[in-house]
């Protein structure tokens, strides 16, 4: 059953076709050399993107899958949360293949995709639910960085999130106080690899509270005083790179130290991880070595799959079809602040 699912919540315009768990397809237009030039996603500058890729980016997604319009048997599109207008230009364009197609449309929730992201694997990519199991899901991107308990299938709950900035907005705000282009998350993991984590000692925000909550602005708050501090710095190359790696591990701490910590709490035996700073190469590494020391699984989505993509949100859409969950009517609206309660 082929599925087309669209992609439009932040910058990245996105096609996949999925058929039974497998992506036959997943295109990802991103337009993150349009937005660095602002130091961030310009939201109307998204939108007009959007809407001059999306269907050259569908009609590609289709012509890889080897699959016609005609030929799909249900589409899909994210629903929210992200920005209004980039929301809406994928939504509405879904709905509108599904009128004309007469072929049921899903809208999907963007973090629930995430959560189910980490169970695509394999070359081509195959979503192997047969392996899923309970877990605490960290999602963590520029935007959002949430701690949910999957509790079996399409059943979780929202554990923690953020009260201000998001980790991968941490990354990209303390690497435009050091002068990166944005995004800074990939540039500072390149230059912390040659740097010392423990160089300098920034702040664990929150890391010892028993919720399962984050903050990260007063960590950025303290790398703003310590260049203000330290002006001469970052004119040594090796002091630049131990800064990277000091932020990096400030960071990564409170990420691995709170999501085990609430695995052990809820007696889960897997943990899993996906979503833009799930890249991160320090994370994965932490991730990898606390779990196995913890006898804990490990699910780490992609790096494919770790920014954002249609194929998770097609992924999502099949498994709620195929387990009888009911049709999003043709008029539903987008949702921008849909919590994943
Ligand atoms: O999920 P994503 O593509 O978009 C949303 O925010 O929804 O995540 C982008 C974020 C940016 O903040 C970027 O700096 C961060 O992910 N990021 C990284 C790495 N790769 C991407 N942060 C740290 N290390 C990386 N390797
Ligand atoms: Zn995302």
Redesign the pocket.
């Known amino acids: 059953m082929p599925l087309l699912a669209i992609e439009t919540s932040?910058d990245?315009t996105s096609a996949a076709v999925i058929d039974r768990g497998c992506v036959l397809s997943n295109l990802v237009s991103s337009q993150i050399r349009l937005h660095a030039e602002y130091g961030g996603v310009v939201p109307e500058l998204a939108a007009r993107e959007h809407l001059r890729n999306l269907a050259p980016v569908t009609r590609m997604a289709l012509q890889r899958a080897g699959v016609t319009a005609e030929q799909l048997d249900a589409v899909a599109a994210t629903r929210g949360p992200g920005l209004p207008s980039a929301l809406m230009v994928g939504l509405k364009a879904v709905q509108a293949i599904a009128f004309a197609l007469r072929r049921p449309f899903l809208g999907i929730h963007h973090h629930e995709a995430h959560l189910y992201s980490p169970w695509l694997k394999r070359q081509p990519p195959i979503a192997d639910f047969s392996q899923f199991r309970p877990s605490v899901s960290l999602i963590v991107?520029?935007?959002?960085t949430i701690l949910v308990h999957v509790r079996s299938e399409l059943d979780h709950r929202l554990l923690g999130s953020t009260v201000d900035d998001a980790a991968?907005?941490c990354?990209?705000k303390t690497g435009k106080l050091m002068g990166l282009a944005y995004?800074?998350?990939?540039e500072?993991?390149r230059l912390a690899q040659g740097g010392n984590p423990t160089a300098f000692d920034f702040p664990r925000p929150m890391i010892d509270d028993p919720n399962d909550d984050f903050s990260f602005s007063g960590l950025k708050t303290s790398v703003r005083y310590f260049l203000r501090d330290h002006p001469d710095l970052l004119q040594d190359a090796q002091r630049a790179r131990d800064l990277c790696a000091s932020i990096q591990a400030a960071i990564v701490d409170v990420l691995v130290t709170k999501t085990i910590r609430a695995a052990r709490r809820l007696r889960v035996g897997c943990i899993t991880a996906s979503?833009?700073?799930t890249?991160?190469?320090a994370l994965r590494q932490r991730l990898a070595s606390t779990c196995e020391r913890q006898r804990l699984a490990l699910m780490l989505a992609d790096t494919d799959f770790?920014?954002?993509n249609a194929a998770m949100i097609g992924i999502l859409a099949e498994r709620k079809l195929s387990l009888g969950r009911a049709p999003t009517s043709l008029d539903a609206d987008i949702l921008p602040n849909w919590t994943l309660e």
């Not at 991107?141 to 959002?144: N, V």
């Not at 995004?183 to 990939?186: D, E, K, S, T």
């Open positions: 932040c990245e991107s520029g935007g959002h991968g907005e990354f990209d995004p800074a998350g990939p500072i993991d979503g833009g700073v890249c991160n190469r770790c920014t954002d």
